[in-house]
């Protein structure tokens, strides 16, 4: 990932768009023209951050959220790639008005979902068959701004060159209590990225411990 970074900085921006085939734009159009924004859903799989540059093979402007890089210099290559590609990089601690604006603005929002979430903002769903602790914030946007989710998943190829596939988007919620449905589309969404995930599952990108965050009844009683 990181000598990719590095040649898609140091080489023009259509030489990594040669190597990066598109599945579903008609989709993405689609939603567009339907809604005028969509959130997209997407996780650590592949060389996600090659997103950030295929948005130029569309029509649309992209926004993405994310929580800053521990490795300064991992965090300042992601960040150049998104000024050259043209990406708004959102912060994720502070997150809601510039992604409510981009929205506003008819732009899409990416959102990487296969993290370990504080328990004061999470949802609890199964994730390869136990419960996680999964950020409510892509389904609380979605209800919110009636933005439709599309999944959207970048995984390497054998040749060298990588394969980004826009899915169909996921279906509304029927439920009438907001809990409820914040909590289904948040398990919808986390399907979605298990479904990627085993796919490729060589190419899931996440060194950390995705369940360490338990449910209340799961937590053990201090001695």
Not at 31 to 44: D, P
Not at 53 to 64: D, E, K, N, P
Not at 127 to 141: D, E, N, Y
Not at 153 to 164: V, Y
């Amino acid at each position: 990932m990181v000598m990719e970074l590095c040649a898609a900085l140091a080489r023009p921006l259509e030489w990594t768009l040669a190597r990066i085939d598109l599945e579903g734009v008609d989709t993405l159009k689609s939603v567009m023209e339907t809604h005028g924004r969509a959130l997209l859903l997407t996780g650590h799989l592949g060389n996600w951050e090659l997103l950030s540059a295929a948005h130029r093979l569309t029509s649309y402007s992209l926004a993405v959220v994310a929580r800053p890089l521990d490795a300064s210099w991992l965090e300042t290559l992601a960040r150049r790639l998104c000024e050259k590609t043209g990406v708004e990089l959102i912060d994720k601690r502070q997150a809601l008005r510039p992604v409510l604006t981009a929205l506003r603005r008819g732009r899409l929002v990416g959102i990487l979902l296969d993290q370990n979430a504080a328990r004061d903002e999470a949802a609890f769903v199964p994730f390869f068959g136990v419960l996680a602790s999964t950020s409510r914030s892509m389904a609380v946007l979605a209800l919110r701004t009636d933005a439709p989710v599309v999944p959207v998943f970048i995984r390497r190829e054998a040749s060298g060159r990588h394969r980004i596939s826009i899915e169909p988007p996921l279906a509304v919620p029927e439920a009438t209590d907001r809990d409820a449905a914040v909590r289904e589309l948040t398990a919808l969404c986390t399907a979605r990225v298990e479904a990627a995930i085993r796919r490729a599952p060589e190419q899931w990108f996440w060194m950390h411990n995705r369940w360490r965050t338990r449910p209340p009844e799961e937590r053990r009683p201090r001695d």
